[in-house]
Each structure stands twice: as structure tokens, then as C-alpha cells.
């Protein structure tokens, strides 16, 4: 057992269905899926993907599939149903889209959208999918920030689509996940062989759970990590190696190293979310106080933006253009949104990708770069 495993005191059980959208973290950690006795495990269809922007996402795609639409639909009315800023889902929309146009000559019509899946005690709901000959396709959206590895889910799904076929009428499926923010998609084959595999990897490693937790980044899309023992454990054990190391000295190889920063993340995630909170509790008006003169505010701290167009007549009269070129930057984030501003909704996307284009090739783009520190698996 390493220092990230930590043995099952005493917990809740395995919930009678698991919802494909949590098997990439069941499957780093198949103690997310028991909430302990006193709290509920609360089934979420989207899974990680619960914001609003993803719901109105996910929409937008299912009625781009199912009316077989060649653009997207108005943008606008979907922003103003789930009220989300407009121009960020023309952005993702637009991203889908395009990896839908390329998706879309492989899944002809009929497509079956949004349907729910069911196996024995898995149940899920892919965004398209379809059978074409011998070989099932299917197709996820990602609208938000995450990193958790997808192959799971799909796994889920594809298994799901084979098993309601009588055996030898797929041959193969083929699972993308599109990554909207990233503009990307990675593809999955898998034959049905290899999917009854999976299933008994399911059965073995998560289903049949040995018991131990797996602490680690992924730890913050856990639903029950402010109820999970390890995970306090751990924090408490990471805090107690800081305060009581030598460094170097205790730090000689990689290895230490390497575990000692996996924890740290941990605790640091452990220090983001109560920072969070106090901020939350501050700007709902609550007072944090000792009563002894000691207290938490949100405090203001200022910095000066100048008006670049209130102040280029006065900083030409001193600077010459270069030199004020070089003392200026634009803002890109700001820049594109304003360029977005003035095309029609469904064209937003577009507008802003054609823009960044323009100026790259105009030679306007440089890149800085920058490093952090990353862990690397191979
Ligand atoms: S918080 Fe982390 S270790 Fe605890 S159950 Fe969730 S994933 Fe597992």
C-alpha cells in the first residue's frame, strides 16, 4: 500500500446503477462511488459537466443532430433560456460545430440522441450515437474545464450499445469525445471482445472494490471529499512531513519528491476551496470575527489602467510611435470580443478564429513562453 492508499474503515455501498459519467473517477478511485453512511451520493446525469453553460451546450448539439442542421441554431435563445453569456456559448457552439461537421459524414441519419442506456447496474446517456453496417458510433460532448480522462465513460457507453445487440451484429465501436474548450476530439475503437473485457475490469477493480482509496488531483471532482477519511488523512499526514522536514536532507530522491508534491496538491486544493468559502461568506455579507479586534475582509487593493485613446495625443507628443507601440498591449481576450461583438450570433465563432488568423499571419502574435511545474505520467 503506498502513502496514497489508505484501507476502508468503515463506508456506505456501492449504489444499485452507476452512472457512466462517474466511471473515469471510479475507476482512479472506486471509493467516490460509496458515499459513507450519512450522506447521500446525488445521481447526476451531466456528471461533471453541471453548469449551465454545458446544459445549454448540450442542447444546442442534440438539436443540431436531430434537426440534422448544417449551422448552428440561433445562439442567443439558448444563452437568454439558461442565461448564460452569449458570446461564450457562441464560442463553444462554434468549436462543436465544427467538430461535428467533420463527425457528422460518418453518422448519417437515422441518430439516436440523448437516449439512456442500461446494463446490468450501469445506466448512461451518450449525446449521439448509431449503428451504420457492423460498426456503432457514438459521439460526447465536453463543455467544461476538466481533466479526468474520458476512455472510461465512452467504455461505459460502447459496452452499453453492444450489449442491447444480439452477438456479431457489431463489429466494432467507435466512441469520440469532443474536448470543446480545446477545439479537439479523441477517438476510441474498441471491439466487442474487448468491451466484455472492460466490463470484468468494471467488476474486478470497482464493483468488487478492494477496499482501498486512491487520493490524488482528482480528488476535487469527488462528490464526497469533504466526507472521505483518506483524504483527510492524508492532508493531515502532508502537513505534518512539511512541518517536521529537513530539506533537503529528507528530499534525496525522485521518488520522495514526487510523492510529497502529489500530496501537496491535495493540500493545496484543501486551502483553495476554504479560501473560496471565506471569500463566499464575505461577500454574502457575513462577518468573520474573533471579537478580539481580529477580523477576515475582503480587502480593495487598486491598480491604474490607462485609457489608451484618452492618452496617445498626450504620450505622442513625448514617444514616437514605435516606442509607444512597444509600451502598449492589447488585451486578446477583450480584443476578440469585440471583433465577435460586431458579427451576427451564429457567426461569432468564426469571426473571432478568422481575426487571430489575420493577425498571425500579419506576424502580430508572439508567444511567450513560460514554465510550471507539471507531473508527467508516461
Ligand atoms: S476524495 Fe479522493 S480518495 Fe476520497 S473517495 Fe473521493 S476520490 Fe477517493
Known sequence: MTAHETALAADGALPAVIHCSRLPLAFQCPGSLRPPV????VADEEGEDPAAMGTAGHEIMADVAIGDLDELPD???YADLFEVDPDDLGMLAGRAMKCWRELKPYMPLPRRVEETLQAPQM??????????GRTARLVDYKFGRLDLDHREQLAGYAYMICSGFDPGVVETVEAVVVLVREGAMRKFVWTPGELRQWRRRLDDEVVQWD???HVGGHCRFCPRQFHCPARTAMIQSTIESLVHME????LT?????LDLYGRIKVVSQAVEQFKSYCRQQLEAGRKIDDGNGRSLT??????DAIDARLAWPILSRVLTEDELAASATINKGRMLEAVAGKAPARARGRARAEMMEALEQAGAVSRTEYRVLTEVRE
Open 123 to 132: 445506466v448512461g446517456t451518450p449525446d449521439v450515437w448509431g449503428l451504420y
Open 247 to 250: 530539506m533537503p536532507t529528507d
Open 75 to 77: 445562439v442567443s435563445l
Open 211 to 213: 477496499g482501498r482509496f
Open 298 to 303: 475582503l480587502a480593495s487593493r487598486g491598480r
Open 38 to 41: 450519512d450522506m447521500e451520493l
Open 253 to 257: 530522491t525522485g521518488a520522495a519528491i
